[in-house]
């Protein structure tokens, strides 16, 4: 059974109410933020950081990266080509329907070839469980209903699922032609859909580490699908930018709607 996804609203005392109304006036509470353990990448930390909106309704749920994070990554080796750090949901966050973060980093890339392999991060917001991801698997009895096509109300319009996409413990992974990285240019940024059994189970920021080095400042729109298969609170933009101030990079998803 999926949980509820209730919107998280403070109550406010009588007191402060009657306090207001004799005042004449209103104070706008900070919108709140949580943060989630961080964990050791690189020579820094990353941490999920999750933001309320005016209404106290989830607005954005970020990766944030110390600078030093990108220093002493791991090389790609025959042993092992990509990494992949789980980072946990902030513990007392209202629920906006992803259950973990993983943040890979793959430093020789990933297919397709002369598109995706270049060093860079993928940001998984899962939809399910821990146990749920890593039992994902494409080999054995089960391989054709793992790679069962999604409903095409599940998929965004214009985004293709190629059958060589489908990643043990990840899923099938849906991309997006008009990319910039598919028309010739170097790939710096993209946005993924991931499905697993005909289902739509998590979504995906791309960035490349040259990218990222650049400090960039960016904000796309978020192509959507008709629907979810999971109720829980959808990007309508993705974010990527850098904090000089705190020296910390961001890769977020923002802008969130709620869909049940």
């Not at 990509?82 to 949901?89: I, N």
């Not at 890769?251 to 869909?259: E, G, K, N, T, W």
């Amino acid at each position: 059974m999926k949980p509820a996804l209730i919107p998280f609203r403070p109550a406010r005392s009588i007191g402060l109410s009657a306090l207001l109304v004799l005042s004449g006036g209103a104070s706008a509470a900070e919108p709140q933020v949580f943060t989630g353990e961080p964990v050791v990448v690189g020579n820094g930390s990353a941490r999920v950081v999750m933001a309320l909106n005016a209404e106290n309704e989830p607005e954005s749920v970020s990766v944030l990266m110390t600078r030093d994070a990108l220093e002493g990554l791991p090389e790609a080796s025959a042993e092992q080509e990509f990494w992949e750090f789980a980072l946990p949901m902030p513990a007392s966050a209202p629920m906006t329907g992803y259950d973990h973060v993983v943040l890979d980093w793959n430093p020789a890339g990933h297919p397709p070839e002369g598109v995706y392999d270049l060093p860079h991060f993928d940001v998984h917001f899962y939809l399910i469980g821990t146990d749920e991801q890593e039992a994902i698997t494409f080999h054995g009895e089960g391989r054709e209903r793992a790679m069962a096509a999604p409903d095409p109300q599940l998929v965004p319009e214009g985004y293709v699922i190629p059958p060589d996409a489908a990643i043990e413990r990840m899923g099938m992974h849906g991309l997006d032609p008009a990319g910039a990285e598919f028309q010739g240019e170097v790939f710096r940024h993209n946005f993924i859909y991931g499905y697993y059994k005909g289902e739509l189970m998590f979504v995906e920021p791309m960035v490349s580490l040259t990218y990222l080095q650049s400090l960039p400042e960016m904000s796309s729109p978020v192509k959507k699908p008709q629907r979810y298969s999971h109720p829980g609170w959808y990007p309508g933009t993705y974010q990527i930018g850098y904090d000089a101030g705190k020296g910390e990079y961001r890769i977020a998803i923002r802008d969130l709607q709620r869909f049940d």
